[in-house]
């Protein structure tokens, strides 16, 4: 583990090709991760890791804020990659790829972030079930299918049978609950607040974050939502009305000189806050951001649902501010793909993929982890110079550093190994700088 380890950061890639010095390296970072022989690593063993370590890390004494997000794992051009599953490109068409449910801890001012836990899963895999699966499930649906879907139904009764199937609503509340646990049992810890985007948009999981983990939440709901007025339509027929068009009883609104919303400046933007209205036994805040021409920013309001009493401005502008932490995760996600190389893995079966892909995550939770100590350390500027950052003290900088401090390492070695004198050396820098290698 310590050699995949060291190369990810080495090269900043997890393709172990790249970072192997020869094919018989390669092939024993193959043997660490691969399904071929018992490998002591695999996914699961590095998320217990993790998740363990972070945990026992915290020295949080108080309210903590859990930002769980999936991300797609995108290889648009792969095609022999075993379970190779279908997912959204950033233009939001259908390409290869995978999925991955993440989850991030922060305290309630934002800070002290840690890398909680990760799962790697394909929709294409035998054991992932679809929520229509399940339903024709509960329905016995076999009267009419083929055969090919007859073969498919009792698959799939068989993994349900066994609680053996994967699907994303699994995987979210078997990590919630995992980590909701975990994070009770350590001292000093208050409540858990769990911060979920609008594809969570789900009453059955309102309920097992309320009900069942008794932890808040502050869940973004879609547009689509309706709410429990009803209202008489052009044909005379009784329909609920959206959420979102129903009138709430209280509004607040504040200013803001400057806001930053997807790298794009806003000036002088009114935030107008409205609550009152109940979804169940659940409130809701809508937000709205004006720019100063009179315009909104977003389409369609902000729609927040929480467990939360919100009686006052003050608290629905807290549950407003909660639900900004989101930006968090997306920053890690940013780290794990641009700096890290999340999706440049090379390997093709799907266990390794899921072990990698892990260990990548875990890279990255060691480095949000130690940030804050790299810091207080004297070398570290000198760490981050060497990477560029240019008096700048980053995580990517600090990568960049120890990157080239490795690099700097294997080549004092070799130089010591092919006793290359230093006026030989100079004498090879000059030949590069003047474009020998052409």
Not at 132 to 141: I, R, T, V
């Amino acid at each position: 583990m310590q050699l995949v380890f060291s190369k990810i950061i080495e090269t900043k890639s997890i393709r172990l090709w790249s970072g192997a010095k020869g094919r018989a390296e390669y092939e024993r970072m193959r043997r660490v991760i691969g399904k071929d022989i018992k490998s002591p690593l695999d996914d699961k063993k590095i998320s217990e890791a993790l998740l363990s370590n972070s945990v026992g890390s915290l020295s949080v004494h108080g309210d903590l804020i859990l930002l769980h997000d999936p991300s797609d794992i995108r290889k648009e051009h792969s095609r022999q990659l075993e379970n190779l599953g279908k997912v959204k490109s950033l233009k939001k068409q259908i390409i290869n790829g995978y999925g991955s449910f993440n989850t991030v801890v922060v305290d309630v001012f934002g800070k002290n972030l840690r890398l909680l836990d990760t799962e790697i899963y394909s929709n294409r895999s035998p054991d992932y079930v679809t929520k229509a699966e399940l339903k024709k499930q509960e329905k016995e649906c076999t009267k009419t299918a083929t055969d090919d879907e007859r073969t498919r139904y009792d698959k799939v009764k068989e993994l349900v049978i066994k609680e053996e199937y994967v699907n994303l609503s699994l995987i979210t509340r078997r990590q919630l609950k995992e980590i909701s646990g975990r994070l009770k049992s350590k001292k000093g810890v208050g409540k858990l607040t769990h911060v979920l985007d609008r594809g969570f948009d789900d009453e059955p999981l309102f309920d097992f974050i309320d009900s069942e983990l008794n932890d808040k939440l502050v869940i973004r709901l879609k547009v689509s939502r309706v709410s429990e007025e009803t209202e008489i339509d052009s044909q005379g027929k009784e329909r609920r009305i959206k959420l979102i068009n129903q009138n709430f009883p209280d509004s607040d609104e504040r200013r803001y000189q400057k806001i930053v919303i997807k790298n794009k400046v806003h000036q002088d933007v009114r935030c107008i806050l409205s609550w009152g209205n109940k979804l169940g036994k659940y409130a809701v805040v809508k937000i709205q951001l004006i720019k100063r021409d009179g315009t909104a920013i977003f389409r369609q309001p902000l729609l927040l649902l929480t467990n939360y009493d919100v009686l006052d401005k003050e608290m629905a502008f807290c549950i407003y501010r909660i639900y900004l932490k989101r930006s968090k995760i997306e920053g890690v996600f940013k780290f794990l793909k641009e700096v890290l190389g999340w999706e440049e893995f090379r390997v093709r079966d799907f266990e390794s993929i899921k072990t990698l892909l892990t260990l990548c995550y875990f890279v990255a939770g060691y480095f949000y982890e130690i940030e804050s100590l790299l810091i207080q350390q004297d070398f570290i500027q000198f760490i981050a110079e060497l990477g560029g950052g240019k008096g700048k003290i980053t995580r990517y900088y600090i990568l960049q550093g120890f990157s080239s401090l490795i690099i700097k390492h294997t080549a004092d070695k070799l130089i010591e190994k092919h006793a290359i004198t230093p006026d030989k050396l100079i004498e090879i820098m000059k030949w590069a700088q003047m474009g020998g290698f052409m």
